[in-house]
């Protein structure tokens, strides 16, 4: 998988901060292409705040809605009606008053199992891509928010599990989870959530300092292997910097 650049660190004051500035990069992001837009959503705590902000009427009434399609870098294997399903969480927070429903792409959880629908979601960004192999010339993502979980994974890649090497599959089913909540899941896998103009990780808390350490040692959880072919993007609160970093916009 090629990457571009080591992330940039950029640090806000504090989450409600941290929330406007993804809110103002995913907004320049939309600025900058004229076409259609793609934008992979994540799940989780992490990104709330800045899902609430772009479902209040002032940044709504910003958004393109008729050519912009949301996309979910990975779910939990549950029912959509499952208050752990992430792309149900982002659609009642912010996407099903003002998205096209056609422009709204959940992992479908109906699947008989995560491969079933890890197989279906593969087949669906590949329509929308138009081919079946990915062009670094050609993003499939104009953006992909990110975050970190408390062992380093991101999206559903866990650290040891085998799917974090997967270079030939769009999708990948997860049978376990490390961390709660402990139901199977379906992500993206990295050559995909690489294929993208930007790549921003939401990092956010006191909880999130220790994990946060350990990325910026260098250690090679999954977090730090997730790289955007275009740039990448650490945007981290007060809360979860460790001592002695500095970072600016």
């Known amino acids: 998988?090629?990457?571009?650049?080591?992330?940039?660190?950029?640090?806000?004051?504090?989450?409600?901060?941290?929330?406007?500035?993804?809110?103002?990069?995913?907004?320049?992001?939309?600025?900058?292409?004229?076409?259609?837009?793609?934008?992979?959503?994540?799940?989780?705590?992490?990104?709330?705040?800045?899902?609430?902000?772009?479902?209040?009427?002032?940044?709504?009434?910003?958004?393109?809605?008729?050519?912009?399609?949301?996309?979910?870098?990975?779910?939990?294997?549950?029912p959509q009606s499952d208050p752990l399903n992430n792309m149900a969480v982002a659609r009642a927070t912010f996407l099903d008053r003002s998205a096209p429903s056609g422009h709204i792409h959940p992992i479908p959880t109906t699947a008989e199992n995560p491969d079933r629908a890890a197989e279906a979601y593969a087949h669906e960004l590949q329509a929308f891509y138009g081919a079946d192999r990915l062009d670094a010339a050609r993003p499939l993502f104009d953006m992909v928010l990110m975050g970190v979980g408390p062992d380093g994974h991101t999206a559903s890649l866990f650290p040891g599990y085998p799917?974090?090497?997967?270079?030939e599959r769009w999708v990948v089913g997860v049978p376990n989870a490390n961390v709660a909540p402990f139901v199977p899941r379906v992500s993206l896998t990295l050559p995909v959530l690489a294929s993208s103009h930007e790549m921003l990780f939401g990092i956010a808390g006191h909880e999130k300092r220790p994990i946060l350490t350990r990325l910026l040692n260098g250690e090679t959880l999954p977090a730090l292997r997730a790289r955007s072919n275009g740039e990448t993007v650490w945007l981290v609160d007060q809360a979860a910097l460790p001592e002695g970093i500095r970072g600016g916009r």
């Open 1 to 78: 998988m090629e990457t571009a650049e080591q992330p940039k660190l950029i640090v806000a004051a504090d989450a409600e901060a941290l929330a406007l500035t993804a809110a103002e990069r995913v907004m320049a992001r939309i600025a900058a292409n004229p076409s259609r837009i793609a934008i992979c959503l994540t799940g989780g705590s992490s990104p709330r705040k800045l899902y609430q902000l772009l479902g209040s009427d002032a940044w709504r009434e910003r958004i393109p809605w008729e050519r912009v399609h949301w996309f979910i870098g990975d779910e939990r294997f549950v």
């Open 163 to 167: 799917e974090v090497k997967e270079t």
